[in-house]
């Protein structure tokens, strides 16, 4: 039933990285704002979670992303003082590339190149490194002699559930509804609003955007649905021997072979006693349902022995845990953002495709710019 109490100008449904940042921005109008998530973000179900994030600016995925991976950071400083939090953390970050084969990273060929040349373009501050560099600077990697890496100075790692929290926090303090525990079942046109069914209750919203992540395919035709992968990922905290000291590092990439799953990345130790360490796959598991969130001992075994054992020093083999997240991906790699189809108003994003959460702040405030009908300047609009 439509009443003015249940009436919003903007509605978020989905408040993960993008999400809660668009709410946040949204919510700096004063126009009347309400958000929705099927958990209580941040939360350990989408694609936002496990303690760190990698940031980096010379995003070799595509030049168009350099400006959104900048200005997140330039917001995320912003948000930190707001909220009196510390999440961003610019370690710097080391790419590095065994040098044996060309390799790929989501969907970008020749990814090093192309970062080295994004760097020098958009002049960020970075540094050349040879494997000799990379053994003097930092002997836990086993980088072998035929490879070559690239520094970033302004790479390093966010704390995704902090950021989120923060943006949650500011959203209600400018008093932004958020709804929790509350999964939006429809979306349909009413009398020239959008009508928004959930488990708990109805809405109308003057305009939406939907930022599900891999949820999106619930809100899309049957003809869309198989354009969006949902990719399991498993993270995983690795004991540091005694004698080994990771507190230093910068965060890093590796590729060493031709298959994207050639690859591993990870962080600094934040505890003096582990680091984490993830590869990528890209298995469809269909929907974010289906996914396993247990992670058993044989793929702890498979990722040591096949990813991590002669690439870095200094670990002792034990795990002191694992976790699950997902990627949605599309074909190319790319952002997708579109319009609401039919008579409905608004906007949908998805499909980060696994490098989304450097550009989210920045992705979020132009997504409400557009919502707000505020001049918009965003390459990955299709």
Not at 11 to 35: E, Q
Not at 55 to 66: I, K, M, N, Q
Not at 238 to 251: A, G, H, K, N
């Amino acid at each position: 039933m439509q009443s003015q109490s249940n009436i919003y100008d903007f509605a978020v449904v989905g408040l993960g990285a993008v999400g809660s940042s668009a709410l946040y921005h949204l919510s700096l109008s004063g126009a009347k704002v309400l958000g929705l998530d099927r958990f209580d973000p941040p939360h350990t179900m989408g694609s936002s979670h496990g303690e760190t994030r990698i940031t980096r600016l010379a995003v070799g995925e595509g030049e168009d992303y350099v400006d959104l991976a900048k200005r997140s950071q330039r917001i995320w400083r912003n948000i930190e003082k707001e909220s009196d939090s510390s999440f961003f953390f610019p370690c710097g970050g080391i790419l590095m590339d065994s040098g044996k084969v060309p390799w790929d990273k989501h969907g970008s060929q020749g990814f090093m190149e192309r970062t080295v040349s994004f760097a020098k373009k958009a002049n960020i501050s970075h540094r050349k490194f040879t494997q000799a560099d990379v053994q003097e600077s930092y002997p836990n990697f086993n980088l072998e002699e035929s490879g070559k890496a690239y520094f970033e100075n302004q790479a390093g790692y966010v704390f995704p559930e902090k950021c989120i929290k923060s943006f949650l926090d500011l959203s209600k303090a400018n008093l932004a509804e958020i709804n929790t525990h509350e999964a939006v079942l429809s979306i349909s046109e009413s009398k020239g609003l959008n009508l928004i069914k959930s488990n708990k209750g109805e809405y109308f919203a003057k305009k939406v955007l939907i930022s599900a992540g891999g949820w999106i395919k619930d809100f899309l035709p049957d003809s869309r649905k198989s354009d969006f992968k949902i990719c399991r990922q498993i993270l995983h905290w690795i004991e540091v021997e005694p004698d080994f000291s990771w507190e230093t590092y910068p965060v890093f990439m590796w590729g060493f072979g031709p298959k994207a799953e050639d690859f591993i990345y990870g962080f600094p130790s934040l505890d003096g006693k582990s680091i984490k360490v993830a590869t990528e796959s890209f298995v469809d598991v269909v929907h974010p349902d289906k996914i396993n969130r247990e992670v058993s001992p044989e793929e702890q075994r498979e990722f040591w022995e096949g990813k991590v054992l002669g690439r870095l020093r200094g670990l002792t083999g034990k795990f002191s845990k694992s976790e699950v997240c997902f990627y949605t991906v599309t074909n190319d790699s790319r952002f997708v953002i579109q319009d609401l189809p039919d008579s409905l108003n608004g906007l949908w994003v998805s499909a980060c495709s696994g490098h989304g959460f450097k550009h989210s702040a920045a992705l979020g405030e132009q997504l409400a710019e557009k919502l707000m009908e505020v001049p918009l300047t965003l390459a990955e609009i299709r």
